[in-house]
């Protein structure tokens, strides 16, 4: 049998102390309460590591980049051993045939109980030929590697939504990999890339509780992304007042104002950046004086400037803005009423006076 | 058959009485607050997307932005309990109620009647008719202008409100599935604003149509929606 969490932590040098810290965060950052401490606990100390392979499929690798930097300190030691990642081709030192025989070892001795970790997403124009994994097509390895996992996390913009290489006129026809996969659980974790305690605190709870989080419609675990940039945002009193930046050197912007103005995609966006922030919750985007861009939104990409609150509406043509739309919308009718009036108060006089014996 | 019954009613009721029976009260009652409702929703719904100039001094000092949003959600509820209330009272109310909501296209007198009432505008007809509810051509640009916007309005509206009250909320249980249907949040913001902008073209049509129509067609149309009377003028 596989070392428990706990064994490979204390063999780590980990004291008991840590881990039980480690424990009752891993509990608060999901939201559990300090109950789940013990069960958390509980469950690392007698659960089998559940093996993960992490492919790379079209991506930056900024979803990985994330994730090592996960905050805590011994979240990163914890979770790199929690994990039993048996394979990652950026992490592992293995290359090679040597390393792809790993995939093969651990689909064969763990049928149906292992995670496959998704960063990236497989092109499928060209037969897949525009990312190439060990000499074949990445989307042939991903549905092999599937076909017998338990669940299936998709990491990033990418794997959840496209991301960048999806963005219009997408020519490799990058596909998110609910797309291209059915009939497993998938977790979606957007974010280009997602908050490194997101990451870690999803695999924690598939971990300890032997189950696939809570989903919402579109398949993103709730607690961490059941809410808006916007609702949890430490500038949402002067939204609320009016008080905006309306230029990025103006009054506004210095006194922190809120960035709405400024196209802040906060209103619009999901994800638990205004309330765990970044690098071990430093600071986040808004903070820094920049608002959000929307990045774990679906296409993000294609939906006009980062910059504008009413953005561009592309589907119609030409790009336009509801407003641009809208105004020279009502614009036209208005003109053509007055157009209408006229003709009609002419009509109106003409018959009433120029020829009334004509009429009836 | 709807605007063939019509029409031999107003010929009918034309040549023995001046004036017919044609809005019930709960009918006007809704016409007003709906326009009224129409026109809060579409001023602060303007200035949510585009806010006013910001505020000076402390933030404490202001809930500029709360109020134009609780006037938003305040009209927004009206307008929706509203179009409820007219949709029962197109089941109970008379037939000129369900006017709005059914548009008789398999009746090829109707579409004849709507070719009619297109060249009237068109200045291609000297004598106008006479109708009792709406003339077709208002029947169908009813319908598709305000029938179904104000629905697609309300969906898209309770589906953005689902958002601030919470996943799980009644409004997102039931109207949340629109945002990823139309792509997401920001995409559903853009068409309830374009929406709106549709719908206060309408409201231009229909002010002037109303009042044109008032002036030089053969019924009364204002007045109509004030007591509910049709008067015909010869």
Redo the contacts between chains.
Sequence with gaps: MTETFYEVLRRQGITRRSFLKFCSLTATSLGLGSAAAPRIAHALETKARTPVIWLHGLECTCCSESFIRSAHPLTKDVVLSMLSLDYDDTLMAAAGHQAEAIIEAVKKKYKGNYIVAVEGNPPLNEDGMFCIHGGRPFVEILKETCADAKAIISWGACASYGCVQAAKPNPTRATPVHKVISGKPIINVPGCPPIAEVMTGVVTYMLTFDRIPELDRQGRPKMFYGQRIHDKCYRRGHFDAGQFAEAWDDEGARKGYCLYKMGCKGPTTYNACSSMRWNGGVSWPVQSGHGCIGCSEEGFWDKGSFYDRVTSITPFGAEATADSIGKAAAGTVGAAIAAHAAVSALARARKSHGQPDKEN | MLSQQDMLEAERHGKQVRSIYVYEAPVRLWHWLNALAMVVLAVTGYFV???????PGE????????Y?RFAHFAAAYIFAVGLLGRTYWAFVGNHHARQIFRLPITNPQWWSEVFFELRW?L?LE??PKKYVGHNPMAQLMMFFFFTILAVGMVFTGFALYG??A??GNWQDRLF??V??LL?????V???H??G???M??FV??HV?AAV?ED??SRQSLISTMVSGWRMFKD
């Design positions: 997307g585009q806010p006013l100039p910001t505020q933030a404490a000092t202001h809930f500029l932005m709360g134009i505008y200045f000297k004598t958002e601030g919470g996943v949340g599935w945002i990823p792509g997401g949040s920001l995409q913001h853009g068409l604003r374009l709106m902008w549709i206060m073209s231009l049509v002037y044109r002036i030089m």
